[in-house]
Nanobody, 120 residues
């Protein structure tokens, strides 16, 4: 059993910062990638950022230069540092990961989501 647990959401004023974290736990052999999506009320879930096992990162254009994704591989944890937050960043943020379990099964996982609210 492998799961993702997120933390770090909250309420912040525009221009402020938050850091989200997501930890993978369970019977993990290796992690291929970890990343973040978000879903605002009434909108579809959208890609935010991803980091591959080799360290390559990708960002949505809307967050480039403001958000940074990085991992602590020893802790199987991915972080999303969000700076210069805008009201339009308000959403539920979901962690996702591609994990190879100890059974060698490849799993595509989602976290439970954490709310980020940016007030104007």
């Amino acid at each position: 059993q492998v799961q993702l647990v997120e933390s770090g959401g909250g309420l912040v004023q525009a221009g402020g910062a938050l850091r989200l974290s997501c930890t993978a736990s369970g019977s993990i052999h290796s992690i291929n990638f970890m990343g973040w999506y978000r879903q605002a009320p009434g909108k579809e879930r959208e890609f935010v950022a991803r980091i591959l096992s080799g360290g390559t990162t990708n960002y949505a254009d809307s967050v480039k230069g403001r958000f940074t994704i990085h991992t602590d591989n020893a802790k199987n944890t991915v972080y999303l540092q969000m700076n210069s937050l805008k009201p339009e960043d308000t959403a539920v943020y979901y962690c996702d990961a591609g994990v190879v379990a100890t059974t060698r099964a490849t799993l595509s996982l989602w976290g439970q989501g954490t709310q980020v609210t940016v007030s104007s």
